[in-house]
């Protein structure tokens, strides 16, 4: 073989790599990474996902195969809640690693339904990861602060923001517009009714593009994906796989062209609800798979942890149907319910070589204790006012796990809801705000973990016991005023 038949072999060799490359450049190349000895941190949030909609976690209507490969090759766990029942408060004690008792951002709105936003004098993951010299980035939904205000994610610790600031504006998977840091992006193409630009898709290369920027750094990377909050829509391809196949379907009539809230909060029409939620959670499966793929192709698994989980519970809206699908798995209630089924969430970690693979755990944690863990693996002193627990030595195996002693949630809408949880003792108080009204529950989930008997007469001690604790589980909040007491 000639030396110049070999050097047009190199060269075409390289232009396929090239012009295969999802955004068309050369750093797609499978070049090893130049390893950090700090371990990058993935954290990929999905959108009203429930405990049942994984085929890890006993989905049986459809698969979700890369996202299983994350349990598979690291740990489930079984008894993982979620920050509250609805988005922005949920992410604030996230982000905070702080419960909805402290976190600054309590409800979706405040109590003048004005939006809130996270203020400068809260310390959050992104600016715990800057500490330890790492890139932050986060690309998809925020709603916890306008851009130029003190809750904009570039004033939070994040150096690159892609995609949704307004929680309203994130219901529109074809929208007008996106973010990026300061920068409004149109998308004209989506103008005025057109659905060209799928806004998971566009948000998901911006993921793609910041592990290949830096991959020969130590790098924190926060995903909080639309998928699957309503509206329910896909693109075609991933509709075709599904269509006819979840009959009878169930239609829903949103929002259209020429309606005040369409691209601005409200749900388009969806003929194919049930074919729509399984291609947009088939979509996220791929998205993840991808993820994979790049950390692989870099030589990154064994020194990236990933982490996925939801926000909340499965929601009922734009058509959504949890009950055909058994979102929630063996438990009741749905988002905004702080029964089981709208706080208790999937949550799975790989990180190979310090995770053994196909663990499973029955510890139990929540979004505040994701703080301190991450704290404790890139070595920085988690913030005093944290109630959050690490799980690291669950993840490892090593040491000695700590336990809490118990878990609160408050939720500001529908009347005013709380809920603690003490071992397996589940107290849940709904219309908090009404004594006429106000209803209170005491569950054994050990016994019943579907929360269907309550046992709060027979168990007065129980009872008296949660309600003190509730009383001192929260401190005031001049935005989201709430009852001090629950007698």
């Known amino acids: 073989m000639?030396?110049?038949?070999?050097?047009?072999?190199?060269?075409?060799?390289?232009?396929?790599?090239?012009?295969?490359?999802?955004?068309?450049?050369?750093?797609?190349?499978?070049?090893?990474?130049?390893t950090s000895h700090k371990p990058n941190i993935i954290y990929i949030l999905a959108d009203d996902m429930g405990y049942g909609d994984l085929s890890c976690y006993g989905q049986q209507r459809f698969r979700t195969p890369n996202i299983d490969r994350i349990a598979r090759e690291g740990m489930l766990f079984t008894q993982h809640y979620a920050g509250t029942a609805v988005c922005a408060p949920s992410r604030s004690s996230l982000m905070t690693g702080q419960h909805t008792g402290y976190t600054p951002i309590r409800g979706n709105s405040t109590g003048n339904k004005k939006p809130a936003f996270m203020p400068d004098s809260v310390t959050t993951i992104a600016e715990i990861m800057k500490q330890a010299g790492y890139a932050t980035g986060a690309f998809g939904k925020w709603g916890l602060g306008a851009v130029g205000s003190e809750g904009d994610p570039n004033r939070q610790g994040f150096d690159e923001f892609y995609g949704y600031i307004s929680q309203g504006l994130a219901h529109s998977y074809y929208p007008d517009f996106l973010w990026h840091n300061q920068q409004k992006v149109l998308l004209e193409k989506n103008y005025p009714d057109k659905k060209v630009d799928y806004a998971p898709e566009l948000i998901h290369q911006q993921v793609l593009h910041f592990i290949d920027e830096n991959r020969d750094k130590p790098f924190f990377l926060y995903y909080p994906?639309?998928?699957?909050?309503?509206?329910?829509?896909?693109?075609?391809?991933?509709?075709?796989?599904?269509?006819?196949?979840?009959?009878?379907?169930?239609?829903?009539?949103?929002?259209?062209?020429?309606?005040?809230?369409?691209?601005?909060?409200?749900?388009?029409?969806?003929?194919?609800?049930?074919?729509?939620?399984?291609?947009?959670?088939?979509?996220?499966?791929?998205?993840?798979?991808?993820?994979?793929?790049?950390?692989?192709?870099?030589?990154?698994?064994?020194?990236?942890?990933?982490?996925?989980?939801?926000?909340?519970?499965?929601?009922?809206?734009?058509?959504?149907?949890?009950?055909?699908?058994?979102?929630?798995?063996?438990?009741?209630?749905?988002k905004r319910d702080l029964c089981e089924g709208g706080i208790r969430e999937p949550m799975l970690a790989r990180w190979p070589g310090h995770i053994a693979p196909a663990s499973k755990t029955s510890h139990?944690?929540?979004?505040?204790?994701?703080?301190?863990?991450?704290?404790?693996?890139?070595?920085?002193?988690?913030?005093?006012?944290?109630?959050?627990?690490?799980?690291?030595?669950?993840?490892?195996?090593?040491?000695?796990?700590?336990?809490?002693?118990?878990?609160?949630?408050?939720?500001?809408?529908?009347?005013?809801?709380?809920?603690?949880?003490?071992?397996?003792?589940?107290?849940?108080?709904?219309?908090?705000?009404?004594?006429?009204?106000?209803?209170?529950?005491?569950?054994?989930?050990?016994?019943?973990?579907?929360?269907?008997?309550?046992?709060?007469?027979?168990?007065?001690?129980?009872?008296?016991?949660?309600?003190?604790?509730?009383?001192?589980?929260?401190?005031?909040?001049?935005?989201?005023?709430?009852?001090?007491?629950?007698?």
């Open 225 to 334: 994906t639309i998928i699957p909050h309503a509206e329910l829509v896909a693109p075609e391809a991933y509709m075709a796989q599904f269509r006819g196949k979840f009959l009878p379907e169930k239609s829903f009539k949103g929002a259209k062209y020429g309606d005040h809230n369409y691209k601005r909060g409200g749900f388009e029409s969806q003929p194919e609800a049930h074919a729509a939620f399984a291609a947009m959670i088939t979509l996220l499966d791929h998205q993840v798979g991808e993820i994979l793929d790049r950390l692989k192709q870099y030589g990154l698994e064994e020194n990236t942890l990933i982490i996925f989980s939801s926000d909340n519970g499965p929601h009922k809206e734009g058509g959504a149907d949890p009950d055909y699908f058994n979102s929630n798995g063996p438990y009741r209630g749905y």
């Open 364 to 487: 139990l944690s929540a979004f505040w204790d994701v703080m301190p863990t991450l704290a404790g693996i890139v070595k920085v002193k988690t913030p005093v006012n944290t109630q959050g627990i690490s799980f690291l030595p669950t993840l490892l195996g090593k040491g000695k796990q700590k336990e809490h002693d118990y878990l609160y949630w408050e939720f500001h809408e529908w009347g005013g809801r709380q809920a603690i949880r003490k071992g397996k003792w589940k107290y849940v108080v709904y219309n908090v705000l009404n004594k006429e009204k106000r209803k209170a529950e005491l569950f054994n989930l050990d016994k019943d973990p579907g929360e269907n008997e309550n046992i709060a007469a027979q168990h007065p001690e129980i009872v008296k016991e949660l309600q003190e604790l509730m009383e001192h589980s929260r401190v005031p909040s001049p935005q989201f005023p709430f009852v001090e007491t629950i007698k």
């Open 2 to 34: 000639s030396v110049l038949f070999k050097i047009k072999i190199r060269w075409l060799l390289f232009i396929l790599l090239l012009v295969s490359s999802p955004d068309g450049v050369a750093a797609q190349a499978p070049v090893p990474a130049k």
